[in-house]
C-alpha cells in the first residue's frame, strides 16, 4: 500500500503566484482532509471532506484558497494569488474507522 | 470541543522510559484519545490509540485514568530515532472520521545518547 501520497514535496513561489498541490489518499478511505502546518506549530485544519462532499472548510481562507475533490478520490488544493504568510507545510491525510489519520508527507512551500 | 495539554518538551536519556502526559479535561463520552508521531519533514504517524483504561502495542502504553481526563503515553527503553514531536489528539471517531479534532503544539521529545 502506497499510503497518501502527495505532490509537489516542495515548491517556491514568487508572491502573487498561484500554486496548486496535490493528493492522492489510501484507496478505500472516504474520509480527506487538508491540514497546514507552522514551523514549530502542530497541524491546523483547512478543510475536511467526506467523499466528495466539503464537510467542514470553516477554516478555509476561502478569498485566496480553495479545493476540490473530483470523483471523491484525489483532492487538489489551491492558493491564488500566494501570499508571503502561506509559507509552510501543507499535510493531507485520509482516515478510516479504525486507525484515524494517515498523513502524507506534505509540501512545504516557500512565498519569496 | 475538547483541548488538550501537554509539555512543550522533554528529555530523556536512551535506554529510559518516557511518560508523556495529556490534560483533556473536557473530555466527551464518544471520544477517542490517540496519540501520533512526527518527524521532521513527514506527517504525523499513529501511534495507539484508546477510550479507558490501558492498551498496549508493539511500539507504545496508553494510559487512561476511570475519569479519562488525562492520558499517558509510555515509550519503552527510548532509543535516538524516538526524537519526535508526540501529538495528543482527541476526538470523536464515529463515522469513520475525526470530527472538530485540533492538534495542539505537541511534546518535543530529545532523547539523549
Known amino acids: 500500500e502506497a499510503g497518501v501520497v502527495q505532490s509537489p514535496r516542495y515548491k517556491i513561489i514568487e508572491k502573487k503566484q498561484p500554486v496548486a498541490f496535490w493528493c492522492n489518499p489510501i484507496?478505500?478511505?472516504?474520509?480527506l482532509y487538508w491540514y497546514r502546518q507552522n514551523l514549530g506549530q502542530g497541524p491546523e485544519l483547512l478543510i475536511r471532506y467526506e467523499n466528495e462532499e466539503a464537510v467542514d472548510d470553516s477554516q478555509l481562507p476561502k478569498d485566496r484558497f480553495s479545493a476540490e475533490r473530483l470523483k471523491g478520490v484525489d483532492s487538489t488544493l489551491k492558493i491564488q494569488p500566494a501570499e508571503l504568510g502561506d509559507s509552510a507545510v501543507y499535510l493531507c491525510a485520509s482516515s478510516s474507522q479504525d486507525y484515524g489519520y494517515t498523513f502524507g508527507s506534505g509540501t512545504r512551500l516557500t512565498v519569496v | 470541543l475538547a483541548k488538550t495539554t501537554q509539555p512543550i518538551s522533554m528529555d530523556s536519556y536512551e535506554g529510559q522510559e518516557v511518560n508523556i502526559t495529556c490534560s483533556h479535561n473536557n473530555i466527551a463520552t464518544n471520544d477517542y484519545i490517540t496519540w501520533y508521531q512526527q518527524f521532521p519533514s513527514q506527517g504525523p504517524r499513529f501511534i495507539i490509540q484508546?477510550?479507558?483504561t490501558k492498551v498496549t502495542n508493539e511500539v507504545a502504553s496508553l494510559f487512561i485514568p476511570a475519569d479519562r481526563k488525562s492520558s499517558t503515553l509510555s515509550l519503552p527503553r527510548v532509543s535516538l530515532s524516538d526524537t519526535a514531536v508526540y501529538y495528543c489528539l482527541v476526538g470523536d471517531t464515529y463515522s469513520g472520521g475525526y470530527q472538530k479534532v485540533t492538534f495542539g503544539t505537541g511534546t518535543k521529545l530529545q532523547v539523549i545518547p
Open positions: 484508546g477510550y479507558k
Open positions: 484507496s478505500g478511505h472516504n474520509t
